[in-house]
């Protein structure tokens, strides 16, 4: 495949940045197509760690073209943080893109703060504002950011309606005059990077350049087919990839899944399989199981291949690339929701209403697991038995094919099954 797109399939951090710096080892342009920096995406090699919210993980290789498109929400204070960590890369940013501004973030506060017991548990970085001003053609887009005079008229006229809003929400508001003087500053510093990245990737597909398009968080957290509220404020899915891009359809040739070998999830929000045990404390500590953006500590859960199906269903997932399943050796019993219970009914699917959701109980299928340290594996061939057959079930389960699986977070423990891009 030529154009693929990068999935996670549950509720985020199944290591895309990860499989997409492996596999832009190949690739001659990659892409994100949406979110902003309440993502975060790991980048592991040459013993050195990177932690990507707003760049693309191709960033890390100077041969590679990076495209932020207009599908995403750009910090400008979080792009100049990350940008001053990298060294030689080549970066083109959309000017179609929308602008995260200091509102944003107070306004993200506010709602959640007020919502109590029933709040998202958002990374508190001003998403769903942004993307909400978006949608309300209130939202300042980062062509009229890099002119001065526009941003100046267009963040005035703004910002009294937001410190009203503020205001009415018991937050303290904000001084045009210092956001201003600051966020003028990061123009400076993006505008070389500013362009019509339609144009451009059109280009290169004509080229013929193989393409990645990294996706931020996962399917369940899709703003249409995640687990509504629980959800962020855009469309991870490989649908949502040409809409966020300015691509046809029909020039994506395919989607990976990105699966961790069990479940995790982050923020508020019902996850059936969730380990309430120990075990859960376990798999936390050995997998690293905190969160790259906000460092809190994410929920774990057995494998659901409901989720997955769904997945598979709603965004389309032509292979699947499994990871972290060196965190599982030494676990006795693993379990795998097959199906859940509503109400006496067997179901497979996720229902819509989050109430509906909250009383699904997974029907679960067990499988012995393996003791053997895999990390230093190379080959199917070479994972124990039990391994082998864990993975098998899970294609077997969710009717897709495993393309990759990875043992580790570096980049060389990382297994290709298939060639596929
Ligand atoms: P992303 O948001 O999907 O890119 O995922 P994150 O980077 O937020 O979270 C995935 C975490 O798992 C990171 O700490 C990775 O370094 C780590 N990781 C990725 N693949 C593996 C793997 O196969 N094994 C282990 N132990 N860690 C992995
Ligand atoms: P990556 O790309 C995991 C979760 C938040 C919260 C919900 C809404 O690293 O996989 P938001 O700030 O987007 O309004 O929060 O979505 N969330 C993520 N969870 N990984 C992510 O990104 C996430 N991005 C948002 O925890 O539950
Ligand atoms: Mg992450």
């Known amino acids: 495949m030529k154009r693929l797109v990068v999935v996670g399939t549950q509720w985020g951090d ?58 995403m929400v750009i910090n400008p204070k979080a792009f100049s943080e990350e940008i001053a960590k990298v060294k030689r890369f080549n970066l083109h940013i959309s000017n179609r893109a929308h602008i995260v501004l200091p509102y944003h973030i107070e306004l993200d506060k506010a709602y959640e703060a007020l919502k109590e017991d029933v709040k998202i548990g958002t990374t508190h970085k001003g998403i769903g504002p942004a993307y909400a001003d978006k949608s309300s053609r209130i939202g300042i887009r980062v062509s009229s950011f890099i002119q001065e005079h526009k941003f100046h008229d267009e963040l005035k006229h703004l910002m009294e309606i937001k410190n009203k809003e503020l205001k009415s929400l018991g937050s303290e508001s904000l001084d045009f005059d210092v956001v201003f003087n600051e966020y ?55 649908a949502s990839v040409p809409v966020n891009t300015g691509i046809a359809p029909w020039l994506l040739e395919g989607a990976l899944g990105v699966t961790k070998a069990y479940s995790t999830r982050v923020g508020e929000g019902f996850m059936p399989t969730e380990i309430k045990s120990e075990l859960a404390n376990q798999i936390r500590i050995k997998g690293n199981e905190f969160g790259t953006t906000t460092g809190r500590p994410r929920r774990i859960g057995w494998l659901d291949t409901v989720v997955l199906r769904h997945s598979k269903r709603v965004s389309g997932l032509s292979y699947l690339a499994v990871t972290l399943l060196d965190v599982l050796s030494g676990i006795d019993e693993l379990k795998i929701a097959i199906s859940y219970d509503l109400d006496g009914q067997t179901i497979d699917y996720v229902p819509s209403d989050s109430d509906d959701f909250n009383r699904c109980k997974p029907n679960y299928i067990k499988l012995k697991g393996w003791s053997e340290d895999i990390t230093q594996v190379k080959s199917f061939e070479e994972l124990p038995k039990n391994a082998q057959i864990y993975l098998n079930t899970l294609s077997e389960l969710v009717d897709v094919d495993i393309a990759i699986f990875s043992v580790g977070p570096d980049r060389k423990q990382t297994i290709r099954v298939k060639d596929i891009f």
């Open 14 to 71: 199944e290591g895309k940045g990860k499989i997409t710096d492996y596999l832009a080892q190949s690739a001659d342009v990659v892409v994100r197509y949406q979110g902003g920096n309440n993502a975060g995406h790991t980048v592991v090699f040459d013993g050195n760690k990177y932690s990507l919210h707003l760049l693309p993980s191709g960033i890390l290789n100077p041969k590679i073209e990076n495209i932020m498109a207009n599908g």
């Open 184 to 238: 003028k500053e990061y123009a400076k510093l993006i505008a070389p990077y500013v362009k019509d990245t339609s144009y451009l990737l059109n280009n290169y597909i004509k080229e013929d350049k193989k393409v990645l398009f990294e996706g931020a968080q996962g399917v369940m957290l899709c703003l249409d087919h995640g687990t509504y509220p629980y959800v962020t404020s855009s469309s991870p899915t490989a």
